[in-house]
Structures are given as structure tokens and as C-alpha cells.
């Protein structure tokens, strides 16, 4: 087996993906997938960080995706290098949930933050 990382999809594909899972989560693998794709290629800083926000928000305690947009906050942080103030203080907050609660927020919103930290230059 080879690990190959997600491509990027067009963004009616995207917003649909993220809807459909942050509605019903037998669909949270499949989201996980597109929201990784486009935090890694998606030329679009602002779509990503939206929908980074949009999951890192609205998915219910537990979901592995609360971790995976901390974790992708990271990637477009690397990738961009920058992210809004409210970006940002959501990578704080689900890495500090993590820390505190891995079974809320799972420890990919550390690596996240960490990512966060050390590309935009943040004490």
C-alpha cells in the first residue's frame, strides 16, 4: 500500500462534502479527505481557512475532524503564511482542547498549532 495525499476538488464538491458531514457523520471520512486536499492544494488561502473554520466550529465534540481543521489551519498557515486573527485563536482553542480532552479534540489540533506557531512567527 501507498499513502498518497488528497487532490484538491472544486469548491461546490468541497462546500457539499463538508455540509453533508457536518450534517451526518457517516460522511466524516470522506470529509476528512477534501478538507485535507484542500488545505494542501487549493490555491485559495481564504476558501480554506473558511471551511478549516466552518469544521473547526461546527463539528460536535469527538469528531475527528475537530482535530483535522486545527491540523489544516497548520498546513495553510505553512502554506500561506498567514491566517485571520479568528483562525488563529480557533488553532489555540482546539489544540487547548486537546490538550485537555484528546477524546473531544484529537492531538492533530497540537501539531496544528505548533505548525501555526512556527510559521506565521508567534510566541
Known amino acids: 500500500m501507498r499513502f498518497h495525499n488528497p487532490p484538491a476538488l472544486p469548491h461546490e464538491v468541497v462546500v457539499e462534502t463538508l455540509e453533508r ?8 471520512a470522506e470529509a ?3 478538507l485535507v486536499g484542500s488545505a494542501l492544494y487549493d490555491d485559495d488561502r481564504e476558501f ?12 460536535v465534540p469527538g469528531s475527528p475532524l ?3 481543521a486545527g491540523l489544516c489551519l497548520g498546513h495553510t498557515a505553512r502554506r500561506f503564511g498567514r491566517l485571520s486573527d479568528e483562525a488563529v485563536a480557533l488553532a489555540v ?6 490538550e ?3 477524546s473531544d479534540v484529537d492531538g492533530r489540533a497540537q501539531d496544528g498549532y505548533d505548525d501555526v506557531r512556527h510559521f506565521l512567527h508567534l510566541s
Open 21 to 28: 458531514a457536518l450534517g451526518d457523520r457517516s460522511h466524516e
Open 32 to 34: 476528512a479527505s477534501v
Open 48 to 59: 480554506v481557512e473558511h471551511w478549516c473554520m466552518e469544521v473547526g466550529t461546527r463539528a
Open 66 to 68: 475537530l482535530g483535522l
Open 93 to 98: 482553542s482546539l489544540a487547548a482542547r486537546s
Open 100 to 102: 485537555a480532552d484528546p
